[in-house]
């Protein structure tokens, strides 16, 4: 059985480059929530995606931020014109219904590291 | 605003001793979840509470929900190295958002041999 697949497990961006950060759900798990740690900091809500729709995107930065979650394929978060502040783990976590008290599975997180 | 704080941050305790870590917060949440973190590695689930009062118990691992469900414990007796690492709190607020967890910035232990 294999969990949460998140690539790349770390990324080096220079300041003003894109970052592109992979997550594979568990398989048939149908719901993907994107959190972000910073350096001393708790885990921080990003955004929760069902198959092809946004449901809830309140945790994300206005500008510069997005993701998907498309039929076929991973869900994507996409970090454009980086800055020194998107320094973070990027967690990803699905679970087979809506989470809450249906458990959220981590994945082992993407490093990002904006030089 | 911190809505989950968790005491103490760092603790560092020798084997076979006993520990207690909090995670406290002024609101009320539907559920509260405990998970572990690895250097390098995401969360792991160890257990969810729903229930005030509750009280759960997985191997020396005691976990407790506060009747007010605000706020909640975990006791690990006779620790051994293999417990050290990040102890996270997460709550879930319920109604249309209990997908969105609020996690702690959590208790980072580390049980010498």
């Known amino acids: 059985n294999a969990g949460v697949m998140q690539n790349p497990r770390h990324l080096v961006r220079r300041r003003g480059q894109e970052a592109r950060l992979r997550c594979s759900p568990v398989k048939g798990h149908s719901h993907v929530y994107w959190y972000r740690q910073l350096p001393e900091e708790g885990l921080k809500f990003m955004v929760y995606l069902q198959k092809e729709n946004i449901i809830d995107e309140s945790g994300m930065p206005k500008e510069r931020f997005s993701a998907e979650f498309p039929k076929e394929g991973p869900s994507i978060l996409r970090i454009q014109q980086v800055v020194r502040g998107d320094s973070a783990a990027y967690f990803c976590a699905s679970s087979p219904s809506q989470g809450g008290r249906e458990t959220q599975y981590f994945g082992p997180g993407t490093r990002l590291l904006v030089l | 605003t911190q809505l989950l704080e968790q005491s103490p941050q760092f603790l560092s305790i020798q084997e076979g001793e006993n520990l207690t870590v909090y995670c406290n917060s002024s609101?009320?949440?539907?559920?509260l979840q405990w998970y572990r973190q690895e250097p390098g590695e995401g969360p792991v689930l160890l257990v969810t509470v729903v229930t005030g009062g509750e009280v759960k118990k997985l191997k020396r691992l005691t976990f407790q929900f506060g009747d007010a469900r605000k706020d909640s414990s975990l006791h690990i007796t006779a620790a051994q190295p293999g417990d050290t690492g990040l102890y996270l709190c997460?709550?879930?607020?319920?109604?249309?958002?209990?997908?969105?967890?609020?996690f702690g910035k959590g208790t980072l232990l580390t049980v010498n041999p």
């Open positions: 997460a709550g879930a607020r319920g109604g249309g958002s209990n997908y969105k967890l609020t």
């Open positions: 609101s009320v949440f539907s559920s």
